[in-house]
């Protein structure tokens, strides 16, 4: 621009014509100011954890167990170490290492350690309306590593916000730090909401792709046949989906829709009818039945026996004695 120009500045009414300006001077540059009406976008936000109840972290002891319990709020459980005895309206069942549950709000629910094993346990209360999350509460998902890493975040997030102790069970408030880092709580939510938007993703890939990769009537007679002949060891769904080059959707699916139950309910089954006859026969124990049948611990096994029979193992030794007047 020359030495003296002066610049004249317009300003381009909105929904106006365009109109160059500038300053005073036939050969000096010439600036556009426009005044333009940006759309802007809402976003989308289907999954929502708007509150948090509690974080913890146990290191259970031998046997430790709690009582059935229920509240309005949703329960992540995550076994770190050892395997935890999970049982609750919507899964019963064993917990293995890096196995997670999601208990639904006012699902009852309850957990106990196995008599010989000491367990490491993540539990984190959350408020979360998404129906994408029920899925999580009916069959354990395995962490791969991104997911355990992810929620690896969580817990060094919560107790960057949250005070200790992190191990007192029915804590009903936990207490915020009086500082924390900047952001800590709202870098909780959101990467409680990274990770199970993650898990929901991972859980529609495997179902679409479980669609594609239906399982025969012959594959499921032979994976019917294998339970048959193995039932009385420790089967779990990933060693069927591996044997029979399957995946947990389609198996489930699968078998649910033939047989009118799901796999593990019908191992069980198998296995508590086996247990009835060898109570009849009483030529063991019913620690060595337990132990035959491998079940994780003769408390899992004798609150399995009770929800399938009605009655305890020692109500049904009873009766059946009492049957034959001995």
Not at 230 to 248: G, P, R, S, V, W
Request: glycine fraction near 4%; charge should be neutral.
């Amino acid at each position: 621009m020359q030495q003296g120009s002066r610049l004249a500045k317009t300003t381009i009414p909105k929904g106006g014509n365009l109109t160059s300006i500038g300053p005073v001077g036939l050969d000096s540059p010439r600036l556009v100011v426009m005044d333009m009406e940006f759309k802007l976008q809402n976003f989308d936000t289907p999954l929502t954890v708007s509150r948090i109840a509690n974080i913890h972290y146990f290191e259970f002891t031998k046997e430790y167990h709690t009582f059935n319990d229920a509240h309005s709020f949703c329960e992540l459980l995550y076994v770190d170490k050892g395997s935890i005895a999970v049982e609750a309206e919507n899964y019963t069942g064993i917990l293995q290492g890096n196995q997670m549950i999601i208990h639904r709000p006012n699902e009852k629910h309850s957990l106990k350690c196995p008599d010989d094993t000491c367990s490491n346990v993540i539990i984190i209360g959350f408020e979360c309306d998404c129906t994408a999350l029920i899925p999580f509460s009916t069959q354990p998902v395995k962490l791969a590593q991104m997911h355990k890493k992810m929620l690896s975040e969580i817990m060094k997030e919560g107790m960057n916000v949250y005070a200790p102790p992190y191990d007192i069970p029915n804590t009903l408030e936990m207490k915020k730090r009086d500082s924390f880092p900047y952001g800590a709580d709202q870098m909780l939510k959101i990467n409680l909401e990274a990770f199970f938007i993650s898990l929901v993703r991972e859980h529609e890939q495997n179902t679409a792709q479980a669609e594609t990769n239906i399982i025969s009537d012959t594959k499921l007679a032979e994976i019917y046949n294998y339970i048959h002949e193995h039932y009385m060891e420790k089967i779990t769904l990933d060693d069927i989906c591996f044997l029979f080059a399957t995946n947990k959707t389609s198996l489930c699916c699968k078998f649910k829709q033939e047989y009118g139950t799901t796999v593990l309910n019908y191992i069980n089954k198998l296995k508590i009818d086996t247990a009835k006859v060898l109570i009849r026969e009483q030529k063991l124990s019913i620690t060595e039945i337990s132990e035959q049948l491998s079940f994780g611990s003769i408390h899992y096994f004798c609150k399995l026996f009770k929800k399938h029979t009605g009655l305890s193992t020692k109500e049904y030794s009873k009766t059946i004695k009492s049957r034959l007047n001995l």
